[in-house]
């Protein structure tokens, strides 16, 4: 359990950072948001691609050298998309209200 959010440290460092610099006003709100819009599409990539080689090659019955570490990085980046994920919905919460129907 104690392993599994090890990715997710970093990342979560890492908004808070930058949401700070938000906050402050040293940085825009188009900039923290795109600058985590370009770090969920390259968690998705690497989680989904990976995913999708790994399978192809499973299928295929392909033992490649490759496999362990395909995995790792693509588990990684999956448990990396999970605080991703909670930082997207708290920068779209207005929208992601109007969305869902909360609060009409």
């Known amino acids: 359990m104690g392993y599994s959010i090890l990715p997710a440290i970093?990342?979560?460092?890492?908004?808070?950072?930058?949401?700070?610099?938000y906050r402050t006003g040293f940085i825009g709100r188009a900039l923290h948001v795109n600058l985590w819009n370009l770090v969920i599409l390259l968690a998705f990539i690497i989680s989904g691609i990976g995913g999708f080689v790994l399978m192809l090659l499973t299928e295929a019955?392909?033992?490649?050298?490759?496999?362990?570490?395909?995995?790792y990085w693509h588990v990684e980046a999956g448990i990396a998309l999970?605080?991703?994920?909670?930082?997207?919905f708290h920068?779209?919460?207005g929208s992601l209200r109007r969305i869902v129907g909360v609060g009409k």
């Open 82 to 88: 999970i605080p991703l994920t909670v930082f997207h």
């Open 91 to 93: 920068c779209y919460r």
């Open 10 to 21: 970093p990342v979560t460092g890492l908004y808070m950072v930058t949401y700070l610099l």
């Open 61 to 71: 019955g392909v033992k490649f050298y490759l496999n362990p570490q395909l995995l």
